[in-house]
């Protein structure tokens, strides 16, 4: 059974930083690619960093781009979101997502192309 769980959520002043942690089980990065997405209340869930598989590359939507940095740990199953130089507006519900499908540039960010998804991490982000 493919499970996802993020961790690492919670307050934080402007300017601070956070590590989220997105531990999984039940397949291996070798053959799925990895996105963080986050939802603010009233908005719609937007992509926010991928990896792909296998190569590794990895992407940001444009308004994190320099401030997060995703990284995979094989050994550990788990994929991390560094996230610093935090804003008011990076506040939000950040969830993880999985899948073996292939991702086409247009797709990297779309939550229907995400078969598996964690339960969410809060972050808040005060100013």
């Known amino acids: 059974e493919v499970q996802l769980v993020e961790s690492g959520g919670g307050l934080v002043q402007a300017g601070g930083s956070l590590r989220l942690s997105c531990a999984a089980s039940?397949?291996?990065?070798?053959?799925?690619?990895i996105g963080w997405f986050r939802q603010a209340p009233g908005k719609e869930r937007e992509g926010v960093s991928c990896?792909?598989?296998?190569?590794?590359?990895?992407y940001y939507t444009d308004s994190v781009k320099g401030r997060f940095t995703i990284s995979v740990d094989n050994a550990k199953n788990t994929v991390y979101l560094q996230m610093n130089s935090l804003k008011p507006e990076d506040t939000a519900v950040y969830y993880c997502?999985?899948?073996?499908?292939?991702?086409?540039?247009?797709?990297?960010?779309?939550?229907?192309?995400?078969?598996?998804w964690g339960q969410g991490t809060q972050v808040t982000v005060s100013s």
């Open positions: 990896i792909s598989s296998p190569i590794g590359s990895t």
């Open positions: 039940g397949f291996t990065f070798d053959d799925y690619a």
């Open positions: 997502a999985a899948t073996n499908g292939l991702l086409r540039r247009w797709e990297r960010f779309a939550p229907y192309k995400y078969d598996y």
